[in-house]
């Protein structure tokens, strides 16, 4: 990698402010869509909706958060066999663009079209863009970490401007006018992108791996055909000759997802001819695994249960101006931009007092912090259920707990996962991690099925129950944790003979 560009970006490669400014802006059209999801499904005909049960909407959130991880796996293949990290992050953006601009059409059928263009768009862009981030330094260059860092305040950036425009947009003049900012943020970045490619100095250019020209070949043949058998249930769908239950679905998925997490986990321990310590290792990352899942299933509540919390029961009033319901769900990434700092300086201040918890028992803590925030909503709700409209201030809560829930454990997974995984199945073990993040969204979208709005009475029960759910997991984790810190400080012969792994988490890259 040449080094005459490396002091273009606050002290980094000039490429990084490319992938900086592309991944704002797709997160920007990506958050932004999100946080009406559910809005926009649940809403009757009358205010623009499609007045869908919340039931069949959460589950169909799910399904669509869920997925969106999940294709960052073949996402990422393609990227690396097929077409390079440049023109995956390009080929997605635009996939990304289209999707937003189907959406923005006021047609009930192109809705949901509009929805599979983004997961598959997303799943090009998403993980190879932050992989590209990693490729910008040498193998030793100790600013690696701190590029993660800004690119992390990029995605941050990116969803509190969607949350804000598109969130008032969606209030003030239509959902529709919404979804097209979002699609008009898309292309802002994938315009940016283009003109500053060459910053990027050949990184992600090609294949790392390409496959021979027959491999090639048989590959777009299948994924030509994955495409065309969408397309075709798609329109079987529309026409009524196949019917999909969403809540049966998604429930099916998650077993699904469960199945092949525990499967290739499976095949990886008894079959890949571990040691002992490596083995070890590995049941102390399923610990830090089963903590994801279950993080997830509560955290993503954001977009569905408790955004429709804050439409329904929440007094959205300040003066004579409404609160735009999708503005709550800023409150994550503004906390995130606040707290990061403070985190960081926080673990490296216990690491300098030679204290230093194991990483099974710093997501216990992330779980249990993040359950916290429904014991305040199990509040927020009882006071819903006598009729009351609540204050701002008991949304607000939940969410900093549970971003401070977040900041203890998603990035300390993501470097578990590096420095626990064998080396030689490193990239896999981050394969399989990413499908927790498939199974909690998934799970988070059934469970806030249960929320009812003409059954308020039961809404605490919801929310007392994730609490005590993830806050007994989170126990059993904490107390395993403290045997399993023996297991993650084992040393395996690849620790004594290859170079130390590249910590990258500080960006939650597949976030």
């Known amino acids: 990698m040449s080094t005459h560009n490396s002091e273009a970006f606050f002290g980094h490669p000039g490429g990084l402010k490319t992938l900086f400014v592309t991944e704002m802006w797709e997160r920007m059209s990506y958050y932004g869509m999100r946080a009406l999801l559910v809005l926009f499904m649940t809403a ?26 999940f294709m960052g796996l073949p996402g990422g293949w393609i990227a690396d066999r097929l077409l390079g990290g440049q ?66 305040m990029g995605i941050n950036l990116g969803s509190f401007i969607g949350y804000l425009v598109c969130g008032y947009l969606a209030s003030d003049f239509g959902w529709h006018y919404a979804f097209g900012a979002a699609a008009i943020g898309m292309a802002a970045g994938l315009i940016q992108y283009r003109l500053t490619t060459p910053k990027l100095e050949g990184v992600g250019a090609k294949p790392v791996a ?69 083995k070890k290792k590995l049941w102390a990352l399923l610990l830090i695994c089963i903590a994801s899942a279950c993080f997830w299933s509560g955290f993503e509540q954001a977009g569905s249960s408790l955004n429709l919390f804050a439409r329904d029961y929440t007094d959205r009033m300040i003066g004579s101006f409404e609160i735009p319901t999708a503005w709550f769900q800023f409150s994550n990434s503004m906390f995130i931009i606040l707290l990061s700092p403070f985190f960081a300086a926080f673990w490296i201040k216990l690491g300098q007092r030679m204290v230093t918890p194991a990483y099974g028992i710093k997501c216990a803590a992330g779980l249990i ?42 990035p300390i997974a993501l470097s578990a996962v590096s420095k626990l995984s064998p080396r030689r199945f490193a990239g896999q073990m981050m394969g399989i991690f990413v499908l927790t993040y498939s199974i909690g969204n998934i799970i988070s979208g059934l469970l806030a099925g249960n929320y009812d709005p003409n059954n308020v009475e039961q809404i605490p029960s919801l929310y007392i129950q994730i609490s005590l759910f993830s806050i007994g ?39």
């Open 44 to 69: 009757s005909l009358q205010d623009g909706g499609l007045a869908i049960t919340i039931a069949s909407a959460t589950a169909i959130y799910g399904l669509y958060t869920g997925t969106v991880y």
């Open 369 to 410: 912090i993040m359950a916290s925030g429904f014991i305040v909503m199990f509040f927020a709700a009882q006071y819903a259920a006598t009729g009351l409209q609540v204050a701002p201030g008991w949304l607000i809560t939940t969410y900093f707990l549970h971003t401070v829930g977040e900041l203890c454990l998603s």
């Open 87 to 152: 023109k995956a992050v390009w080929y997605g953006g635009i996939i990304i663009m289209f999707g937003h601009i189907v959406l923005a059409i006021p047609n009930d059928k192109t809705f949901f079209i509009g929805l599979i263009l983004v997961i598959l768009g997303t799943g090009l862009l998403k993980p190879n863009i932050g992989a590209m981030v990693g490729q910008l330094y040498s193998e030793n260059d100790k600013r690696r970490d701190s590029g993660y860092a800004i690119y992390y």
């Open 473 to 511: 997991i989170g126990i059993i984790i904490l107390l395993v944790g403290l045997k399993s810190r023996f297991w993650e400080a084992l040393k395996t012969e690849e620790d004594d003979t290859a170079a130390p792994m590249k910590d990258t988490s500080s960006a939650r890259s597949t976030a």
């Open 210 to 278: 390409p496959l021979s020209a027959k491999g090639q070949r048989n590959s777009w043949l299948i994924i030509s055909a994955t495409l065309i058998a969408i397309a075709i249930i798609t329109v079987l769908t529309f026409e009524g000759i196949v019917v999909i239950d969403p809540i049966a679905t998604a429930q099916y998925v998650a077993m699904a997802f469960t199945l092949i997490f525990v499967v290739y986990y499976a095949i990886i321990y008894f079959f890949s001819d571990l040691t002992g310590n490596e």
